[in-house]
Nanobody, 125 residues
Framework: QVQLVESGGGLVQAGDSLRLTCAASGRTFSSAAMGWFRQAPGKQREFVAAINWSGGGRYYADSVKGRFTISRDNTENTMYLQMKSLKPEDTAVYYC??????????????????WGQGTQVTVSS
């Protein structure tokens, strides 16, 4: 089975930029969509961004539109989340999700079957 590993998290100041990487390991991999979700302490997991198989369809939560950019490289089975103008409210554990289903929209976490372990992003004020 495919496993996902996130990297790129860290501690930054408000207004800084950070790029998260999601690398898929395994013999083979394909996905209708991939996405990023995040969860802050005491909060429910929430949608951040998603991208379809071809990369032509991109979706963002209202809270990150204009600041975050999602992309993927199917050749290398890698997905990225470029985060700019980070805010303290962006602080959370960010999770990579894959195995998106056409039965769900890319924004729905129930549509994903594979999840990474998460990477911590902390934005200080």
């Amino acid at each position: 089975q495919v496993q996902l590993v996130e990297s790129g998290g860290g501690l930054v100041q408000a207004g800084d930029s950070l790029r998260l990487t999601c690398a898929a390991s395994g013999r083979t991999f394909s996905s209708a969509a991939m996405g990023w979700f995040r969860q802050a302490p005491g909060k429910q997991r929430e949608f951040v961004a998603a991208i379809n198989w071809s990369g032509g369809g991109r979706y963002y939560a209202d809270s990150v539109k204009g600041r975050f950019t999602i992309s993927r490289d199917n050749t290398e089975n890698t997905m990225y989340l470029q985060m700019k103008s980070l805010k303290p409210e962006d602080t959370a554990v960010y999770y990579c999700a894959a195995g998106g289903s056409y039965s769900y929209t890319p924004k729905e976490d129930l549509g994903y079957s594979i999840w990474g372990q998460g990477t911590q992003v902390t934005v200080s004020s």
